[in-house]
């Protein structure tokens, strides 16, 4: 007989009670493997691909893309018997069935702790099997049935309100084949798919703005879009909140002549050492902080309000504040005070690279010691950045701009940059932060002073 499992959403971070259904990667109908990715959801950290720990047939999808799921909730069901004897046409039975299921824990995949439900049909009492020729395939799908994965869209100026979601290759098909995403509406849960693209292009696709608006909260009567408040915007907001009420802040900046930092980078961009490496001003960044950190501990420090201690870190997990089409993340590059300004360079491409992807893990962003935020790279010349909850202090990094500058008594142009430190004064005083904020800038504006710290 068929052998039905009920697949919930399981606890991907410590502590995750809910999760939003982001995109599903199969449909009623296929046949899945051990292992293989199922379901992409967003937690309140990071967008996660789920595994399935059986092999077996899709049967029916419980939730729809774009929902609120508590963690433990059954979000897909599947027979895990499929070349067992054949079942009548019928919506497989729940745990909530009238006819209770026979159910037994299974071993789940590292990593995810729910617990596994398993439903065997059973027979009613004086009805016989279907003959095999009433064998039908399995139920309808209850959500939109297209097996993507989606990324994030890239941003676009919006028209009406609406924004198109579609993968960056799917735009550039798009964009080749001369198709206006503005007129489709995604079938993949609002997601525009390669297949619609191609459909539109066949003259097969009608437009449908309008209803592609109202579904992603915009009111033509107000000229206004609502967007829920969930997943890592959510996050980012309560974090932010925790912190600027938590933690007595303050800001500290300084201007900083980088000329020499930037011929520097010239020089090695030309050597065979750094040939096909990707070494922007924010590697030198994070090699001065980590080199200043030696210096002042304090700055990679942390108050322990609840053991009422400070807690000094021997080593340097290094945030590097990533904005994405999600919101605001933060990974870490560990151990960031033992790698060379090569590592590091390599590390934050690889870093930004699964950031802007959506494929940061909750893990990758957890237990950071001191943040960079590189504001330089939209223009900025400065701010006063939030500390991230569980750190002491954050560097925003401004942009790099052509100034007068004053040197041995003349004016020339230089290349000029500003740099905020925004501090947790519990831990570090106005002493110690001035301290740190100098040594970057020195070690900024000439970078052979590493070889005195």
């Not at 999760?19 to 990071?46: C, F, M, R, S, Y």
Request: hydrophobic share 45%; proline share 9%.
């Amino acid at each position: 007989m068929p052998e039905y499992k009920q697949f919930p959403l399981s606890d991907t971070a410590e502590g995750l009670t809910e999760a939003d259904i982001l995109a599903w990667h199969v449909k009623p109908g296929d046949t899945v493997t051990v292992n293989q990715i199922v379901v992409e959801i967003e937690t309140a950290k990071a967008a996660v691909e789920l595994p399935i720990p059986w092999a077996g047939v899709v049967t029916e999808l419980h939730v729809e893309p774009g929902q609120t799921v508590e963690v433990g909730t059954p979000i897909l069901t599947m027979d895990v018997d499929p070349g067992g004897a054949a079942a009548p046409v019928a919506a497989p039975v729940t745990a909530a069935a009238p006819e209770a299921p026979a159910e037994e824990e299974m071993k789940p995949l590292v990593g995810y702790g729910s617990k596994a439900v398993v439903t065997k049909r059973r027979e009613r009492k004086g009805s016989a099997p279907a003959p095999a020729a009433a064998v039908a395939a399995p139920p309808p799908p209850s959500v939109p049935a297209a097996p993507v994965a989606p990324v994030p869209a890239v941003a676009e100026k919006p028209r009406g309100g609406y924004v198109p979601l579609a993968k960056p290759p799917v735009r550039k098909l798009a964009k080749d084949l001369g198709v206006d995403l503005h007129a489709l509406s995604g079938t993949a849960g609002g997601v525009i798919t390669r297949e619609d693209v191609e459909r539109a292009a066949n003259g097969s696709t009608p437009a449908v703005t309008q209803p592609s608006t109202v579904d992603a909260g915009y009111d033509p009567a107000t000229r206004e879009r609502r967007v829920p408040i969930k997943g890592v915007r959510k996050a980012t907001a309560n974090a932010m909140v925790q912190s600027a009420f938590t933690a007595p802040h303050v800001t500290e900046f300084l201007t900083v002549d980088v000329t020499p930092m930037m011929e520097l980078r010239e020089k090695l961009k030309k050597s065979r050492e750094f040939a096909g490496t990707k070494l922007t001003p924010l590697a030198f960044a994070a090699k001065a902080v980590c080199l200043a950190a030696r210096r002042t501990p304090d700055v990679n420090a942390v108050w322990d309000e609840a053991a009422q201690e400070i807690v000094y870190k021997d080593y340097v997990h290094l945030g590097i504040a990533a904005a994405t089409p999600r919101g605001l993340v933060v990974p870490k590059i560990r151990d960031a005070d033992s790698l060379s300004l090569k590592e590091l360079a390599l590390a934050l491409t690889d870093l930004t690279d699964v950031a802007r992807e959506g494929k940061t893990t909750p893990a990758a962003m957890a237990n950071g010691t001191i943040t960079i935020t590189n504001v330089g790279v939209f223009g900025v010349d400065t701010g006063t950045p939030i500390i991230n909850p569980g750190e002491s202090a954050i560097l925003a990094v401004g942009a790099i701009r052509d100034t007068p500058w004053v040197v041995d008594g003349e004016i020339v142009v230089r290349k000029v940059m500003q740099l905020s430190l925004s501090f947790d004064h519990r831990v570090i005083d106005g002493q110690q932060g001035s301290e740190f904020l100098a040594d970057v800038g020195a070690l900024l504006a000439d970078p052979a002073v590493a070889i005195t710290y």
